[in-house]
C-alpha cells in the first residue's frame, strides 16, 4: 500500500477547497449578509469594479487545479500568496473585533504548503 505524506492530503483538500471558492469569487453578484459596514462598502466596491473578484477566482481556481493535479504546485502557491495575505488584511482592517479563524487557516494552508515545497524557490531566493 501506498503511503500517502500529509502535504499530499493537505495539498488535495486545499485544492477542492481553492477550486470552489475561484467559482464562488468569480460568479459572486453581492456581498455576504450581515457584515459590519465597512465590510460591507468595500466588498460591494470590488464587486462593482468588476475584474477584481473575477481575477481572483480565476487564480484561486486554476491554483486548485495545480494542487489536485500536483503539477506547477509551487508556482501556484507563490500566486496564491498575495490572496492569502490580502485575505487576512481585509479582515483585520474590515472587522477588527473579531478573529478571522478561515483566512488565518487559509494562509496557513497556503504557507505550509510553500514550506514544503522549498528547495523549488532556492534559486529564486539565491543572491546574484
Known sequence: MKNI???AVLRTLFGIVL??????????GSPL????PAHTAFEQAII????????????EFLVGLMLIANRFAAL????LAPISLNFILFKVFLDPGSFPPIPVVYAALNAYLAWTYREKYKALLEQR
Open 76 to 79: 501556484g502557491l507563490v500566486l
Open 5 to 7: 505524506s500529509l502535504q
Open 33 to 36: 449578509p450581515g457584515m459590519p
Open 48 to 59: 462593482d469594479v468588476g475584474y477584481v473578484t473575477k481575477t481572483v477566482g480565476i487564480v
Open 19 to 28: 477550486l470552489l471558492l475561484g467559482v464562488v469569487n468569480f460568479t459572486q
